[in-house]
């Protein structure tokens, strides 16, 4: 007896996972601080502004870390780029690396 399995493979765009994933996380979110349900469309526009803050968050550490002459960003460019994107003006502290960056207003604040 010769059975022949044809295995199917699923194609799901970067872009489609980002998303699903995104919309995961907001529900999730949603619920933890009591939300009981949701419309679809706002859970997509959630999805949707988190991904913004996160790309453009990634795009400020990154740059933090190329003037910084590094290839690679560390936790002190995170939490600069979590302080220029709260407030116009930024916030003094954290990204400094003589500072605690614990005592990051932003991340107080939080």
Same mark, same amino acid.
């Given at each position: 007896m010769?059975?022949?399995?044809?295995?199917?493979?699923l194609a799901?765009?970067?872009?489609?996972?980002? &998303?699903s994933i995104a919309k995961i996380a907001v529900a999730q979110?949603?619920?933890?601080?009591?939300? &009981?349900?949701?419309?679809?469309?706002?859970l997509e526009t959630f999805s949707? *502004?988190?991904g913004r803050y996160?790309?453009?968050l990634a795009g400020i550490a990154v740059s933090a870390a190329n003037f910084a002459g590094r290839t690679q960003s560390n936790l002190f460019d *995170? *939490?600069?780029a979590m302080e220029v994107?709260?407030?116009?003006?930024?916030?003094?502290s954290a990204w400094n690396v003589n500072q605690f960056f614990m005592k990051s207003k932003t991340l107080e604040d939080g």
């Open positions: 010769n059975l022949n399995f044809q295995q199917e493979t799901i765009s970067p872009s489609h996972f980002y &998303k979110i949603c619920q933890s601080i009591g939300f &009981k349900s949701s419309q679809i469309s706002a949707d *502004v988190g996160m790309e453009a *995170v *939490v600069f994107l709260n407030s116009p003006q930024g916030f003094r």
